[in-house]
């Protein structure tokens, strides 16, 4: 069922009938007042130039205004382009003016397949994109809302679903897929912005006889149902004209028994052209992954020094515990180290990939290993702050048991774990070493919220009691914070529209804009 809700401009004053669309040229370099892509560019940084809202008038921060949709749990980040605001749920997007906060639109499609959330969309000229429960990609008409397209990416009724939010990179949509609960064949797919048709598929289990392959066992049906989900979205560097991807874990989830070999290239960092979708490099962060440890968190490009010399970064934090910095040129690996405390490596190899402990691995009796399967980070967007040079990560230190439920050849989930206690804590991190820098802690439990950082001299993320927090990115001080009264999963975003910036937070299912206080009238 398809449903559109169309709130008429003229009624409502509202913009988006004189709004332009969005030039795929311009996410080369956006605008520094918008917030066009999901990570706001292509560096996946998540660092913003506006300063209006600065660490020394933060404390003045006011509510502008609010939108409660009324849907399932907001984990997206909106695109804000020429004045209006692009968010989602599943199976709902929504258009709202960026300047009071009333809905433009309204589009509802109902689906089958798994709701655990939707991350946003991606737009290209005049058309937003976005991927739905039964995995299937929508094309929108971002004037009102109305479907150009319906594409299927995958069939759902073998467990494929979708969360993440595309990737428009000039005429491409890159898009990826969801689930595990069985044993499906991950993959990443471009497709044609017009039309829905399909540019290319990379499939992240490698066909057998092909590089990687000799990873797995001699057997195909467990490379051709090895998993390694694409669910994030990745990162691009113009310059190299290369799309970098974070994979998810092989399956079966838990058990290594019927899959021996490092599993290419399930939980790993890869660099493809996006032109034709052909692998480029590659690094694993998780070899043979038995913990449900997926690498798919943002890869963060930037350039710095490293040693001596300036290079092209790329930095991931990884679900593992451990943060990685590579030469995104080449993927050679630079630096490996835990940052949280670990209990489940011994070491690092030659190549920079943690060495795991036999005894770590799930059993029928239990193993104690830090961190759980839900990670030491996820989803939660990181942040990077050319200004300080840090490297920004919500953090979660979870002590959990890994029951192997299943042997032989299981399918889907062949075990699980029982976390025993969990503490989170944002963390800077040197990305030169990987050492923690400064630590604030945001409460016990796992919850963990994603991270925004300004040239205001900010950083916004959120606690576990329902706090907007606002820290010095130099040293974890806070500066303010707000009682939202929720759970904040979703990244803060920030715009200026008009001379005025706004920071944009979803709390549960209601989306928050603050700003300062607008200037006396004179008299």
């Known amino acids: ?22 030039d795929p040229a311009a996410l080369l370099r956006p605008a520094t007042d918008t917030w066009p892509t999901y990570n706001g560019d292509y560096s996946g940084g998540r660092f913003s130039t506006l300063d209006q809202i600065n660490a020394g008038n933060v404390g003045s921060l006011t509510l502008a205004w609010v939108f409660q949709p009324h849907g399932s749990s907001i984990k997206s980040t909106p695109l804000e382009v020429n004045g209006i605001l692009y968010f989602t749920a599943p199976d709902n997007v929504w258009a709202v003016d960026a300047r009071f906060g009333r809905e433009i639109w309204h589009y509802l499609r109902v689906s089958e397949g798994d709701h655990i959330g939707n991350r946003g969309l991606g737009m290209y000229k005049n058309w937003l994109y976005f991927t739905t429960p039964d995995a299937h990609l929508v094309c929108l008409d971002a004037k009102d ?6 594409v299927e ?3 759902p009724k073998l467990g494929y679903f979708s969360t993440m939010a595309p990737l428009v990179i000039r005429d491409h949509v890159i898009v990826g897929v969801s689930g595990d609960v069985t044993d499906v064949r991950g993959f990443l797919e471009s497709l044609d912005p017009e039309t829905g048709t399909i540019q290319w598929r990379w499939y992240t289990d490698p066909d057998p006889g092909q590089p990687g392959s000799e990873t797995w066992p001699n057997d195909p049906d467990a490379i051709l149902h090895g998993g390694g989900m694409t669910w994030m979205t990745g990162t691009y560097d113009p310059e190299l004209n290369l799309l970098y991807w974070g994979t998810g874990n092989p399956n079966p989830v838990l058990a290594g028994e019927g899959r021996a070999g490092d599993n290419l290239f399930t939980c790993s960092i890869v660099a493809l052209n996006p032109d034709t979708g052909k692998l480029v490099w590659y690094f694993q962060p998780s070899p043979h992954d038995v913990h449900d440890w997926d690498a798919v968190e943002t890869p963060i490009l930037f350039d710095a020094e490293f040693k001596g010399k300036q290079r092209k970064l790329l930095a991931q934090a990884s679900r593992n515990g451990f943060f990685f910095l590579l030469d995104r040129t080449n993927g050679q690996h630079l630096v490996t180290a835990p940052f949280i405390d670990q209990t489940w490596a011994s070491g690092v190899d030659s190549r920079g990939r943690p060495v795991a402990k036999p005894e770590a691995a799930p059993r029928p009796d239990g193993a104690l290993v830090e961190p759980g399967s839900d990670g030491a980070s996820n989803w939660m967007a990181p942040s990077f702050d050319p200004q300080t040079g840090l490297f920004y990560v919500n953090a979660r230190r979870i002590f959990s048991i890994f029951y192997l439920t299943a042997t032989g050849k299981p399918e889907g989930w062949a075990g699980r774990d029982r976390i025993l206690w969990a503490n989170s804590t944002l ?9 923690v820098v400064w630590n604030h802690e945001i409460g016990n439990g796992e919850g963990i919220s994603g991270i925004l950082t300004t040239s205001g001299h900010l950083l916004f993320s959120a606690d576990n009691s329902g706090n907007l927090l606002a820290l010095d990115p130099a040293t974890g001080k806070t500066l303010w914070h707000l009682n939202a009264g929720g759970r904040m999963d979703a990244s803060p975003m920030t715009y200026e529209l008009d001379g005025r910036q706004y920071l944009i937070l979803a709390v549960q299912d209601i989306l928050y804009a603050f700003a300062l206080p607008p200037p006396l009238p004179s008299h």
């Open 145 to 150: 809302g109305g479907v150009r397209w319906i």
């Open 153 to 155: 990416l995958a069939d």
């Open 427 to 435: 963390r800077a991190l040197d990305y030169r070493t990987g050492k």
């Open 1 to 22: 069922m398809v449903v559109i809700f169309l709130l008429f401009a003229l009624s409502l004053h509202v913009p988006f009938a004189a709004a332009q669309g969005l």
